[in-house]
T-cell receptor, first 111, second 114 residues
């Protein structure tokens, strides 16, 4: 039931792009993305609803393919401040509101 | 608006004891969810409360319990602590917008069981 994120870790240079994927074996109602920096609480980035929409937040955007039950987070022209662990959380198609998180993807941006 | 607050921030307990953690949600948020975060297991859902009722529950033993008060503040209790309960406990408050709950996390309570 826990969504699977890939890759587990990625190292980038400033200005490079990255994609983080989130896959579920179950039909989804929504996908939620968070970023957590070391020693801090997860910070909400965005929510995507079923319907295949794409959303953007500064240089971070995401897509949701409802048929494939997959979501991808795109980080373009990465900045040092993007470093952290990214989590996707999924809500099942019955929309009980129960949010189940993936294991996280650690992103490190180097100068 | 003030963010989600959790108290205490740090706690050290011994095996067999019990502990109560508190969470005050963002003003106007009626839902509070609790998560356990450990390096090995990641963010694990404990339970969610909405209007003083448990709405969702994760796969944790009955030693983990919670409640929500009329002002939406929530507490979680862990009885008969085990070493494996050492973790960061996060609560998140949320409001529903267009059928979706946006969750905002508090800073967490770091529990160490010795």
């Amino acid at each position: 039931q826990q969504p699977v994120q890939s890759p587990q870790a990625v190292i980038l240079r400033e200005g490079e792009d990255a994609v983080i994927n989130c896959s579920s074996s179950k039909a989804l109602y929504s996908v939620h993305w968070y970023r957590q920096k070391h020693g801090e609480a997860p910070v909400f980035l965005m929510i995507l609803l079923k319907g295949g929409e794409q959303k953007g937040h500064e240089k971070i955007s995401a897509s949701f393919n409802e048929k494939k039950q997959q979501s991808s987070l795109y980080l373009t022209a990465s900045q040092l401040s993007y470093s952290g662990t990214y989590f996707c959380g999924t809500v099942g198609s019955s929309n009980t509101g129960k949010l189940i998180f993936g294991q996280g993807t650690t992103l490190q941006v180097k100068p | 608006k003030a963010g989600v607050t959790q108290t205490p921030r740090y706690l050290i307990k011994t095996r067999g004891q019990q502990v109560t953690l508190s969470c005050s949600p963002i003003s106007g948020h009626r839902s509070v969810s609790w998560y356990q975060q450990t390096p090995g297991q990641g963010l694990q859902f404990l339970f969610e409360y909405f209007s003083e009722t448990q709405r969702n529950k994760g796969n944790f033993p009955g030693r983990f319990s919670g409640r929500q008060f009329s002002n939406s503040r929530s507490e979680m209790n862990v009885s008969t602590l085990e070493l494996g309960d050492s973790a960061l406990y996060l609560c998140a408050s949320s409001f529903e917008r267009q059928g979706v709950n946006e969750q905002y996390f508090g800073p967490g309570t770091r529990l160490t069981v010795t």
